[in-house]
Structures are given as C-alpha cells and as structure tokens.
C-alpha cells in the first residue's frame, strides 16, 4: 500500500481505537496501556520476525526503561520536571545495554541464544531487586508525581482529561487522559519507522540473512552486525516501552524484569502475527484485553491466553515465521547501459607471484582427517583442477579455503595475507568466492534479485548503518549483476523465480552469485554435475572466459572437461595431494589411475579373465 | 514382445523393477521414467557420470525419497513409497554411499543392532568374523576409530547379518586404497555366490564389471543403456559418451 | 573474602548439612534433567513443556497419596505423565520434531502455559504439601550429621532411577536402538528400526522420570502450580552446562547446579537465585556446547 494511504490509515485507526472497543468493555486506559505495551511488542517483531531472534530477556530493557525513566524524574534530576529528559535517559541507557549485550549474544543460535538473553535478563532483575538503595527493591517505585509534557513555554499535564463529550455505545470523551494521545503520537512514530527500516537497505539485507544465512556470509555480508543492529534496535524499543508504562502508572515495581514480562512479550507477537507490522499491537491488544475485561469475569483467561497461543502456532501455515515479506521498494534499474565494471583481461595473465598459498592445512572432524597436511599453491590467472575419487577431501578442502570450515593445522595466505582465521564475509571482500555444490541461493527471490544482493555485499561492503534509506548506488550495483548474468548466460532469465529454474539453472546461478562479488579467486565445486553434455560444452567455453579474468579453482570429476581446460591439476586421495601436475603429467601417472580407476590403465579395458580370479 | 506365458515365467525371476519412476527433489526432476529390472541372485551394476541420478534410484527403490510416479515391484509387490523401515524387513538392504556407521556405537553393537531389528537370521557373528576377521580385532572400538575400508566392511556385514534378499550397494568402493577395493570385489563375489541379489551403484565402472552380470547405465535420470558386461566393453560410443571413458 | 572468624566457624558448621542439601537438590534436578536431555539428543526437540511433566507428576502424586498411599502415588504419577507425553506426542508435537528450535520453543511454551493454568484452575493454586508413611519421618544419623530420613531415601531413588535409566540405554536392545537413533535416525530405519516409536517411548520416559522426581520431591519442596516453571528453567541451565543431548552431562550439571545454589547460600541467600544464570552465561560464552557435550551443535 502506498505511504500516504498507510499514514491516513494508521492515524485514522489510533484516532478511533480508544472508542471502538468500548463496546465490548474496554476503555480509554486500556487502550493506552495497549499502544505502550505494543510498541515493546514491536520491537521484539523486529528481533523474531525479521531477525529471526527468539529472546527470553526483553523485560530487561523493558523493566530497566521503567526504572530509569521514574528514577530520572525522582533522583537524577528532579529539577528539571519535564517527561522529555526521562523518556530520554532511558530510551539511551536501554539501547547502549541493548547494544553491548546484542555484541555478545548473537554469535548463538536458537536455544543457546534464547538462554543467553535470558540469563542476562536474570542478571538484571537480580541488580535492580538488591539494589535497595536506588531501586527500593522489592517495593519498587510508587507514588510518584508524573511531570508534565514541555514544549518550551508550553506545558500539558498528562493525567488531565479531554473535554466532555458523549460518543454514545463508545464512551464518553472526558475518560481519555491526554496520555493516550500522546502514547498514540508516539506509537504512530513507531510504526512509521518501522516500516521505513523494513524497506531500507538494511531491512532488505536482513531479510536476506533471514532466507540463507550462509549464502549471505558468502557474499560478503556480516550477519552478526546486522543481527547486532536488530538486537539494538528492539532493546531501544523495549525501554522505550517500559520507560511510558512506568512514566504513565507513576510506578514501576522489579516484576517489570522478570520472566513472565519477557514471556509477554512473546505472547503479544506471535498471537498478533509474527512478521506483519500490526500483528504485535493486534496480539497486545487480544492478550491485554483478555487479562483485564475478561480476567475480571473469569480466573481462566490465562488458560484461554495458552490455548490461543498454542491455537496460533499450531495453524500458521507454512511455519510460524515463513509469513508475508515486506514488498520491496522499487529500484531504480538501469540495466544494461554502460557497463564495464570487470577487467576484460587481467594485467598479468599468468603471474609469477602464486595468489593463493596453503601450507600444511589439516581439518580434522573429531578422529577423521577429512583434509591432512595439504601443500598448495596457485599462481594468479591459472586454472586449477582438484580431482580425486569421492570422500577425498575436496569439497572440505575448499570449505576450509572459503571459510565455511576453519582449519585445524596449517596456514592458508591469499595475495599475502594470513586468512586461516579470517571470517567468511572479510574473505569475500579480500576476493574469494565459492560457488556451492548444491546450488545455494535464496529460494524465495528471482534470478536477478539473488545476484543483486551478491552485488549490494560487494558494493556497499560488509555492514552499511543504512537503516533509513533504500539501497543507494543502485546504477552500480545493478551494472554489476548484470555483468555477472550475462557471463553466465543467464540475462535472459533475470525475472524467472528460484523455484522455477532447472537444476543445471540453479548451479549457473550460484555461479552467478559467486560472480558478482567480483572476486579474485573463483572456487567451483563440481559445476557440471548433473548437467547434459550440451550444457557441459557450454560451461567449458563460459570457464574458459572466466579464466581469463581471475583465478579459477574447480572440483570435478568429469576427466575431458578437466584434461582440455585446466591449467594444472592437484589429486587429492584420502584427505591427501597424491599428485600434481599439468593434464599430460597426470594423465600418465600411475599412481593416479591405480587409485582413480581402481588399477587399470586409462582407456586399457581389463581382460575379463585376469579379474575373475 | 514376450508372450504371456514367458512373462509369467520372467515375473518370478523378477525379484526387483522399476517402472517408468519419477523421483523429485523439491522441484528438481532427477528420475525421468526410468525403469529397470533384477532378477534373482543376479548382480546387476548402476553406472554413469556423477550426479546423473544413480544414488537417487537406490532411495527412491528403498523408500529414502519416495517417487513421485511410477512402480517399484519388490518380490511381486509394489513398494512404492512404501516406508523405509518396511523395506528393511521385507528383505530388502541399502549400504549407503556414506557408510553411516554409528559411531557412537563400536563394531560389535553397530553389528547387533542389524540382528536385533532384522526379522529374520542371516550371517551370524561367528560367520561375519569368519569372513572380516579385522572387524573381529576390532569388535570393540567404537564407529569413528576404525579405518576407511573397515567401515565399509562392517556395513556390508550388517547387510549380511540382516539375512536380506536384495542388497543395495552405493558405491562400494569409493575412496578405498586399491588393495581393498580387491578385498571388497571379492566380498561381493562372495555374496553374489550364495545366491543373494545385488544392484550396485558404481563410478568405478572396471569394478563394476568384475563382479556384474548385467549393466544399466543411466544419464540425466534414465535409463540410456543396458547390456551385459563384455557387450559394453565392446561399446566404445557407449563407453565414451556416457562415461567419458 | 571473609573477615570475621566467627562467620567463618559458623560457615564450617553448617558446611555439611549444605553440602547434603545441595546434593539432594543436585539430584532432583538430575532426574528432571535426564528427560530433557534424553528428548534433546534423540528427538532434537528444544522441550520448554518439561516442567508440566514435573508438575503433573507432582499432583497426581499429591492426590494419589493422600487418598490411598505414598507408593501408589509413586507409581500413578510417572504412568500419568507418560500417558499425557504420548498424548501430547501424538496430539501435537510430533510434527515439531527436527524442526526450528524457535518452533519448537514456542509450542512447547504454550502447552507449558497451558497446563500450569489448567492446574491451577483445578487445585485453586495453594500451596500443598503431604505427609509421608511414618518409617520416613524423622532423620537418620550419617556420622557427621543428622539429616531428615526421607531425603536420605529420595536421594537413593534417584541414583537407582539414573541407573535403571543407563542401563536401559546403554544395556539392553531397545536402548541400542534409542542410541543408534541419536546419531542416525535415517540408518536405523534402513536396517528395519522403528524410529517412530522409539521416539515415542523415549519422549514418555523423559516425560514419566520428571514426573516420578515430581512426585517423590514433593515433600521436599512442596507444590504449586509455579514449581514446573521454577524447575524448568534450572533443567535447562543444567543441560546447558552439561550438554544438550549429554546422559553423563545432565548428572555432572545437575550435581555442579545444585551444589552450587547451596552453597551459595551460605555467602548471601538471593546470591543463590542469580548464581546459576551466571554459570549458564560463562557456559554459553565460553563452550556453548557444556562441559560434556559436542562441539559443532551450537547452530540451533
């Protein structure tokens, strides 16, 4: 929907909200307590629906924006009796703590991380319960008066009423307290810069993180500051949240920190919709409405809670955070005018100066040594095949070369630099680039959009703050997915979808991706399996191109292909170089047909007799 | 065309087909009608370029990755989709391309394991230690200390220990020292001998041939070929085209 | 540290029965985390519902023993909770397994909710506790101290019921099938295992030990419908420092957790609270993957 569509809307709805639901028993005050709530709600969305971040400890930003605002107007600087100062200590105090704990957290995954941020928000509750002299403990801060709203000269105080004004069936006007329009005006900045960061450059990247992770640390993204940012964001939004509800009740108590409040908080999100912009304050809303209208009828409205939420989880098709996707903004393309970004010819064809250097790299798994005391050199420009019979340690060896595996002994040095503990995104940047055995690439987007993300890395680097804005660059960025179709051949199929594709297609297109990083050394990992001998023919002429501009590494097994095209080819067997050579050299080294052929010569057929013994 | 009553005669020696089966990963098209037949205590090879679906015929027949069409007549039933598990029982053993031996168990329960869910009696230990007497030596180490070739050794055993009537092997040599892929030859010829059905998937087509009756090779999901051993060495375009020989 | 000699006689005094303490908590958590780490290693399933296995267990304790006797309630609640596991793995969570653990974490959330309102609903949330046959009252003297007779025998049974359990795992055939299944569920079903109900059984026996310690810790601990959630999270801390899917793990952190709440009270009591968050923390940040667990299991 169109922005000034959605802004009417939205501001239409928190207009009307506080009356419409007096109907079925609520009341202005509810609906305050709503919005507040929600727009905590809203910032753990960011971290599970768009992050994919389940937390257990946003009460700790929650309770300690509440702490720190009451406090703010009680001990910190009780002279200056304006709202705005406590709003904001705690909004700055809740995001530097969001964005320290964030640092360390997201390196975990899934129940690890859940854990993490709950053993944090323990810390935290443990901190404000016994530090009786500051937080009152466990009577918590009450009683207080709540400054006023301050505009310059201005002054509005937000206990006050509106004027009298009967609605018939939705209230009566004098029940709202100017702090519903005030939650509204804020909520209303909320949601507009929420979806705003959905559709900038960094939601679009995140999003990306979220549908494959590995691929996007492949092409030179760094998942951890984006998470970090998320993380931060959310923990901003939380304490923004905990510091109103306390600022509007005038009484904050250590409950705010615990685990059911960080429990809440996953409650109100997945209820309402994990994932859509609305759905937290929808499930704010439900559950809120269930505890205080329905909670006053009945004891089971807890039970009722549980079982819708189960209900929830339950019926979601697809899975729970497999939902919608924000619609992308538009980009502006220019498509194939004024191209040339790739050398045609690098300036030594074949240099002298070897690129990559691998000293004595083992990679163990447990007692296995997939990989064990490999010696390796490339020279810049060469073609390079790596063959060997299966399980001989290629696919790991070029694992560990790209970062997907760390080694275990050994040293790996590209153009000089030590890049054994290197984290994958700095290696892509540096110019590695490995396109996946089994094609890796973003399922859900088309041809063009998987190569324009690889191009976006390589264009604006591993971690752009670009929270406001859509993808910038964007003439550069498109010039340079372009050129990677086109090397592929695949220009023509720029808006076919993943889904669509051939299983051939798809490993074009994670060469494509590989591509667009403009990398230096290119690793293939069996580019023509599966594949006829049509498109075989034609990814020997498309190698033969790449090889010209870059360093190219190949996996295969396909032994024409490899004799006409490489270079110079290494025969690893059981996790070691066998042999290296140039084609002829190991085409006739016995060694290698002993233990590629199983012991017979090539093209020699065995006689039927000799073998039957 | 066969009359009647040959194929009445064929459809006991039958003991596996596959008629006109599509398999699918996701929406990647990997077994394109492919049919093929085995009969009984024959050794029948699989063979062709990486990645041209032969892996993918063994699941699908042993119910990993059920077809999408097609028929899989196991002794007389159609076992198509049929769970894996059931497959097992009926008689019917898979020797994955990776081994997977448990490794968290030694040599001895990795063996036991194959008796205890086996409804029926096959090798017994003394007979297994017989015939690998290294799995013997060791019998107790655990499934991650043992060597290359032993693992392979004791996923052949557990096959034979669960008495089946067809074995599936996927690629039984791979990334053996040449010695042992003599050693493992000369098991199959031993099974082979005792009058167990073999389908084995081979890229090492000379070791294919050693131990074959009759050979398929499949490309791009079908069936491109079928012949027995010598007809193919003899196929030099065959040879050439599809295995790059 | 300490300063004062008089506090640190008054320290040494109350070391053993501490101690004591500590590992009888120890081995309380012990059995609610075998299940949850059993259900972790074989069917990948994060289970936040474990806790409603350990309450329910508790109550159908509570009941049974008060209107016939300590042992049938001993022997009704692990049977009660398995009944309700396989119901619940039937009904709802079997289409979890292996999947996301953020899935998984939420739904077995819900359920967990689910029940402790429910139980609430039902048992009116005071706080019960129940008396046990007289034979058990009192305490008995160890040597160094004395120490409630029930206690002694509660920690008894549950080195039995960690034995019982290693054997049944490590010993029989169907526990050759279970291990088996943690390492590879697809070869096990190629050889003719039945994963499926392997699955099943192991997710109602990590279901009926919580519920057994629940039962059998009651008269310890006392009943609410709060206490699944406040041993849930503990067990969790537990695993983690032991190692998900770890038997030997769940023993060791069980021990290392409970001793170290004891004893942490003799320093400052709410210190005892916040102690086991900050060894869950140094855990994760240092090896995620606990003391005895396997690396290369961090992601999710």
């Known amino acids: 929907m169109n922005n000034r569509l959605f802004y009417i809307l939205t501001a239409l709805g928190l207009i009307v909200f506080p009356f419409a639901i007096h109907p079925i028993g609520g009341y202005p005050g509810l609906a305050t307590d709503i919005l507040i709530l929600g727009i905590g709600a809203i910032g753990f969305n960011l971290l599970l629906g768009y992050a994919g971040l389940l937390s257990y400890g946003q009460a700790m930003f929650y309770g300690v924006g509440s702490y720190v605002a009451l406090l703010t107007v009680t001990r910190f600087f009780p002279q200056v009796h304006s709202i705005w100062l406590a709003l904001l200590l705690a909004v700055v105090f809740a995001t530097v703590m969001a964005f320290v704990i964030g640092a360390v957290t997201v390196r975990l995954y899934g129940i690890y991380f859940a854990l993490l941020t709950l053993a944090f928000a323990q810390m935290f509750f443990f901190i404000v319960f016994q530090w009786r002299s500051l937080t009152r403990g466990d009577d918590g801060l009450q009683g207080i008066t709540a400054p006023p709203l301050s505009l310059g000269p201005w002054s509005l105080d937000l206990t006050a009423t509106l004027p009298d004004l009967n609605l018939g069936p939705f209230g009566n006007l004098h029940d709202v307290h100017y702090w519903y329009p005030f939650a509204a005006i804020i909520t209303f900045g909320v949601l507009i810069f929420v979806r705003v960061l959905v559709r900038s450059q960094y939601g679009e990247i995140l999003a990306a993180i979220r549908e494959n992770e590995e691929r996007s640390t492949f092409v030179g993204f760094d998942p951890k500051l984006y998470k970090i940012a998320a993380f931060t964001i959310a923990g901003m939004l939380t304490g923004l949240s905990g510091a109103l509800k306390g600022l509007s009740q005038t009484a904050t108590a250590v409950d705010s920190l615990d685990i059911d409040t960080s429990g809440n908080f996953v409650i109100f999100t997945v209820v309402g919709g994990v994932k859509t912009l609305f759905g937290p304050l929808l499930g704010t809303g439900i559950v809120w409405y269930l505890q205080n209208v329905i909670g006053g009828k009945t004891d089971a409205w807890r039970l009722i809670e549980g079982l819708i939420f189960v209900a929830v989880i339950v019926l979601l098709p697809a899975g729970l955070l497999g939902i919608r996707q924000p619609a992308r903004l538009p980009y502006d393309v220019d498509r194939g005018r004024g191209r040339r970004s790739y050398p045609s010819q690098l300036p030594d064809v074949v240099g002298d100066e070897p690129i990559l250097v691998v000293k004595s790299l083992s990679r163990y798994f447990g007692k296995f040594a997939a990989v064990s005391d490999v010696n390796f050199r490339v020279r810049t420009g060469e073609l390079r095949a790596v063959i060997g019979p299966n399980g001989a340690g290629k696919t790991t060896f070029f694992n560990v070369l790209a970062g997907l595996l760390g080694a275990s002994e050994g040293a790996i040095y590209f153009k000089g630099h030590d890049i054994t503990r290197m984290p994958g995104p700095q290696r892509v940047a540096l110019g590695v680039a490995k396109a996946f055995q089994t094609a890796n690439v973003y399922p859900d987007e088309t041809v063009f959009q998987n190569v324009r993300l690889a191009a976006l890395a390589r264009v604006q680097g591993m971690f752009r703050p670009e929270f406001l804005r859509a993808s910038r660059r964007l003439d550069e960025v498109a010039e340079l997915a372009h050129d990677a179709l086109e090397m592929l051949d695949l220009a023509s199929m720029s808006e076919v979808r993943v889904g669509d594709l051939s299983h051939g297609d798809k490993k074009r297109l994670d060469i494509a991706v590989a591509l667009a990083t403009q990398p230096e050394i290119l690793l293939l990992d069996e580019p023509v399996a599966g594949m006829s001998i049509e498109e075989v023919q034609k990814t020997d002429r498309l190698m033969r191109g790449l090889a010209k501009r870059m360093t190219v590494l190949i996996i295969e097994h396909d032994m024409d292909l490899i004799m006409g095209l490489s270079d110079s080819i290494t025969v690893l067997h059981q996790g070691k170089v066998l042999a290296e050579g140039t084609p002829a050299e190991i085409r006739a080294n016995r060694l290698v047909q002993e233990v590629y052929l199983g012991g017979h010569l090539q093209g020699e057929l065995p006689d039927v007799k000799e073998h039957k013994t | ?245 | 540290m300490l300063r004062r000699e008089g506090s640190i006689d008054a320290i040494i005094s109350q070391l053993p029965g501490t101690l004591l303490d500590g590992l009888i908590r120890g081995l309380a958590y012990v059995g609610i985390a075998l299940g949850l780490t059993i259900v972790f290693g074989m069917l990948r399933l994060v289970n936040f519902a474990h806790g409603a296995f350990y309450i329910i267990g508790a109550y159908v304790g509570l009941v049974v023993t008060e209107h016939i006797g300590l042992w049938a309630g001993l022997i009704a609640a692990p049977i009660a909770v398995a009944l309700f596991a396989i119901a619940l793995d039937y009904g709802l969570l079997r289409r979890f397994y292996h999947r996301d653990p953020t899935s998984q974490i939420l739904i077995t959330f819900g359920v967990a909710i689910v029940v402790q309102e429910a139980l609430r609903l039902m048992f009116t949330g005071t706080t019960r506790s129940y008396n046990v046959p007289g034979w058990l009252h009192g305490s008995l003297n160890l040597g160094f101290t004395q120490y409630p007779t029930y206690r002694v025998v509660f920690a008894i049974g549950i080195v039995f019921l960690v034995l019982a359990v290693w054997f049944f795992i490590e010993r029989t055939n169907y526990g050759l099938i279970v291990r088996a299944g943690i390492r590879d569920r697809i070869m096990v079903q190629l050889l003719g295992g039945n994963v499926r109900q392997a699955s099943t059984v192991i997710f109602a026996l990590g279901g009926a030990i919580a519920g057994l310690v629940g039962a059998a810790a009651s008269p310890i601990y006392s009943v609410d419908p709060n206490t699944g959630f406040n041993f849930l999270v503990p067990s969790f801390v537990v695993i983690v420092i032991g190692g998900l899917g770890s038997f030997w793990g769940a023993v060791l952190g069980g021990l290392l957790v409970g001793e170290l709440q004891s004893l942490t009270t003799l320093i400052s009591a709410p210190a005892s609270d916040i102690v086991i968050y900050v060894a869950m923390a140094i855990v994760l940040l240092v090896r995620p993957s606990g003391l005895l667990g396997e690396s290369d299991v961090i992601r999710g």
């Open chain 2, 1 to 245: 065309m066969t009359s009647a009553a040959t194929m009445a005669a064929n459809q006991n020696e039958t003991l596996l087909e596959l008629e006109n089966v599509n398999t699918f990963y996701g929406d990647s098209h990997i077994l394109k009608n492919l049919s093929l037949r085995v009969k009984r205590a024959e050794t029948v090879a699989l063979l062709g370029r990486n990645g041209m679906g032969k892996t993918t015929a063994l699941k699908t027949i042993v119910g990993w990755v059920p077809p999408r069409s097609g028929k899989v007549l196991f002794d007389g039933a159609d076992i198509a989709g049929r769970e894996m598990m059931e497959n097992a029982r009926a008689g019917l053993s898979l020797v994955p391309e990776d081994r997977r031996i448990f490794t968290n168990l030694s040599v001895a329960e990795n063996l036991r394991l194959a008796q205890v869910t086996a409804p029926r009696a096959g090798w017994s230990l003394t007979d297994v230690y017989a015939r690998f007497p290294r799995l013997e030596e060791r019998a107790r180490n655990k499934g991650d200390e043992i060597s290359g070739g032993e693992k392979q050794m004791l996923a052949i055993a557990r096959a034979l220990v669960q008495g089946s009537k067809l074995i599936l092997l996927d690629e039984p040599t791979e990334g053996l020292a040449p010695l042992i892929v003599r050693e493992v030859e000369s098991i199959i010829r031993d099974i082979k001998s005792q009058g167990t059905t073999i389908l084995l998937v081979e890229q090492n087509f000379y070791s294919a041939l050693a131990v074959a009756d009759r050979c398929y090779i499949v490309d791009q999901g079908t069936i491109r070929y079928e012949g027995t051993p010598d007809e193919l060495r003899g196929n030099t375009e065959v040879l050439s085209r599809y295995l790059h020989v």
